[in-house]
């Protein structure tokens, strides 16, 4: 006589399910690599005003994007051709110049643009009123400072007065700073705890011979460990021994993991966050290499990190609305 056949048929069915999922998840993933998903969360946009403004004060390389009219339709073949699925353009505006903020936010109504991180003065009496019409587009995110501006902004009341309204309102700090600058970080991290703190570019790493000073490396480590603290890898080709406008960056992943390495040791798969810094990063190559070493960096850390990185921690950590994905 026949043994009960139901737990064997209970295996059976298990294993034809188990199967069932992978091969849904096997083909959702190649779906997912045929249509662009990267996030690309800093981008510098300019229109002519601005750059016309600019001009009469800095004289620029002919090839420096900075003083060049930048507009969506100038990265579509950029993103399209790079799996880049929207980009968080970030502020290249002079301060006590607000108008400049509401054009980029004009900028959003391209399918490409997922938010702004603006500029503004802490200080100033006209912050409010300017964070309040650009919080009304739905595309602000956020808020950049350079330099010793945060330092100054840390002692001054009505600066700490608007970096509460900004905590409250869960917008995020983006800081253009240096590792000379990590203990305004930690206190900014320390004092506003739930404001989420975007250090860009890695501090500005610049490796020499090939190798970062110990000074770089204890700041990343300070400053992760603040769990409110992420780090931008944003225009790695700047981090080499390369000079702007000169002989092309190196395109080699060993070649920057010197950087990579240790920011990813101290923060993690789930604070670290990819961008291009496009169109700076042309000064150095191609942002074809930018995207192609820190998605091989990242996909050797495993396959989440690689999704993590270049995508969901951005969505987490800015409050992407994904209704703002094309």
């Known amino acids: ?95 006590g110049q607000p108008q400049f903020n509401d054009w980029v936010l004009d900028q959003a109504k391209s399918d490409l643009v997922c938010g702004y991180v603006a500029r503004g003065d802490l200080g100033a009496a006209d912050f409010v009123g300017n964070y309040r019409r650009y919080r009304q587009t739905g595309f602000l995110l956020g808020y950049r400072f350079r330099f010793d501006e945060l330092h100054g902004y840390l002692d001054n009341p009505t600066a700490r007065r608007h970096l509460k309204q900004l905590e409250q309102d869960q917008m995020v700090i983006d800081l253009l700073i240096e590792y000379r600058h990590a203990e305004d970080v930690t206190r900014l991290a320390r004092e506003f705890p739930k404001l989420q703190i975007v250090i860009n570019h890695c501090f500005r790493a610049k490796l020499k011979d090939g190798k970062m000073g110990e000074e770089w490396q204890l700041a990343i480590k300070a400053c992760a460990k603040h769990p409110n603290v992420f780090c931008k890898i944003s225009s790695i080709l700047n981090f080499s021994e390369a000079e702007a406008f000169g002989r092309p960056a190196p395109t080699t992943l060993n070649a920057y993991l010197p950087v990579l390495q240790p920011c990813f040791a101290a923060f993690g798969e789930d604070r670290v966050i990819f961008a291009t810094n496009w169109g700076v990063c042309t000064h150095f190559g191609q942002v074809d290499d930018v995207v192609r070493i820190v998605t091989e960096f990242l996909d050797s850390k495993g396959k989440t990190a690689l999704r993590k990185g270049m995508r969901d921690n951005a969505i987490r950590v800015y409050g992407i609305s994904l209704k703002h994905l094309r």
């Not at 069932?20 to 969360?41: G, R």
Request: with cysteine; aromatic share 6%.
């Open 1 to 95: 006589m026949l043994a009960n056949p139901r737990p064997q048929m209970s295996r059976v069915v298990k294993s034809v399910l188990t199967l069932s999922a992978i091969a849904a998840w096997y083909c959702s993933s190649l779906a997912l690599a045929e249509e662009p998903w990267i996030l690309d969360t800093h981008t510098h946009f300019k229109g002519s005003a601005q750059v016309a403004l600019e001009s009469k004060a800095n004289q620029r390389h002919a090839d420096d994007t900075l003083g060049h009219v930048v507009l969506p339709r100038d990265y579509r073949v950029v993103a399209d051709r790079l799996q880049i699925q929207s980009t968080l353009i970030v502020e290249a505006v002079d301060q």
